[in-house]
């Protein structure tokens, strides 16, 4: 998030007195119900039955080539300091890399998964911790998606099974706040240009049907151009 806010400022050395922008605000999901993971801001939402709350964290993702799959799904268990079984496919990749892994990694400090494992209706995949934290945040996994580990301890011990969990990837959000129309627009998972506004209009006009407001083109524009996951005001 930060990188994407502040295109141009060196990530590992920014020169002293270098201004940052900090993305300290976002545009909920549309869909507001259970789990939600939008894969486009690295981010997951959890919105808890029966309350007014909604709690974020950010999270890891398949790498190109293991993409994390956009479906719909549901918890089906969880698991405390959890046994990876390596996947054969897994075993397989760094065997050609000249490593050989065990069929079973048992849990502690060198597991993979971390301390906490939610099970997933989709084979294959889980919502995990990890051993290597540097990872939240960009495309690393097999296709898990991973969490910090004092994230992933905290959902665990309250996301109940059965809860639903909507994978997406929704790079423009579009939302209201105090009666001004924001616009929040993240950069493409395949770091494609928006070629044109078809995207960021048709999620704009889906949220002005029936108002009267004038919106700001150009600066509409402006943010589509930049993808900095920043929200802004678009109406005038």
């Not at 911790?129 to 959902?155: M, P, Q």
């Not at 929704?170 to 616009?183: R, T």
């Not at 070629?195 to 002005?208: G, Q």
Request: hydrophobic share 35%; net charge positive.
């Amino acid at each position: 998030e930060l990188v994407a806010a502040n295109s141009g400022l060196d990530p590992w050395i920014p020169k002293p007195g270098s201004q940052v922008t900090l993305p300290a605000q976002t545009i909920l999901p549309e869909h507001r119900s259970g789990v939600v993971i939008n894969l486009a801001e690295y981010r997951l939402y959890y919105f808890p039955p029966m309350t007014n709350k909604v709690i974020t964290y950010p999270v890891g993702i398949g790498r190109i080539g293991w993409d994390t799959p956009v479906t719909k799904t549901r918890v089906t268990g969880k698991n405390k300091d959890p046994w990876w079984r390596v996947p054969q496919s897994v075993r397989q990749e760094h065997r050609k890399q000249g490593r050989e892994l065990p069929e079973m990694v048992r849990p502690g400090k060198d597991n993979p998964l971390g301390g906490y494992a939610i099970n997933l209706g989709l084979p294959g995949y889980l919502l995990h911790g990890t051993n290597k934290g540097f990872g939240i945040g960009t495309r690393v996994s097999h296709g898990c998606i991973r969490l910090r580990n004092t994230d992933i301890e905290a959902l665990y011990q309250q996301l109940p099974e059965g809860t639903e969990v909507s994978i997406m990837n929704q790079p423009v959000k579009v939302g209201w706040h105090q009666g001004k129309l924001m616009l929040e627009v993240h950069p493409a998972l395949e770091k494609q240009e928006f070629n044109s506004l078809t995207p960021v209009t048709a999620a704009i006009v889906k949220h002005i049907q029936n108002t009267e407001i004038d919106i700001d083109w150009d600066k509409v524009l402006s943010i589509a151009r930049k993808q900095q996951g920043i929200v802004q005001q678009i109406s005038k």
